[in-house]
Nanobody, 129 residues
Framework: QVQLVESGGGSGQVGGSLKLSCSAS???????????LSWYRQTPGKEREGVAA?????????YYADSVQGRFTISQDSSKSTVFLHLNSLEPEDTAMYYC??????????????????WGRGIQVTVSS
């Protein structure tokens, strides 16, 4: 089993930066390596949106939604079973609850379909001008 805990949210200014962390706690039989770890976000009344994903094996291929490409960066620290989301050039539209998600299947082509076995409880990000 996997437990995901997000941290680092809060308030930021337009044009500023925030950093989110997702720490994965796993049973001994489960490995952090070669998994698809993703960040999603959701605002009231809207569907959950895939923001970014990373394959924790190999070269750590990254995937981004068009809305955050060039502004957000996803990274990992495999020694700590942690995935980060660096939010730069913040916009008011980035205000949302952000969720970390993990699955065994590849990220390729389907990382934003919402089909993940494990989810964190979410953390709020608020961007103000």
């Amino acid at each position: 089993q996997v437990q995901l805990v997000e941290s680092g949210g809060g308030s930021g200014q337009v044009g500023g930066s925030l950093k989110l962390s997702c720490s994965a706690s796993m049973s001994p039989a489960y490995s952090f390596a070669s998994r698809c770890l993703s960040w999603y976000r959701q605002t009231p009344g809207k569907e959950r949106e895939g923001v970014a994903a990373i394959w924790t094996g190999g070269v750590g291929t990254e995937y981004y939604a068009d809305s955050v490409q060039g502004r957000f960066t996803i990274s990992q620290d495999s020694s700590k079973s942690t995935v980060f989301l660096h939010l730069n050039s913040l916009e008011p539209e980035d205000t949302a609850m952000y969720y970390c998600a993990a699955r065994d299947a590849s990220c390729i082509r389907t990382w934003s379909n919402g089909q993940f076995e494990y989810w964190g409880r979410g953390i709020q990000v608020t961007v103000s001008s």
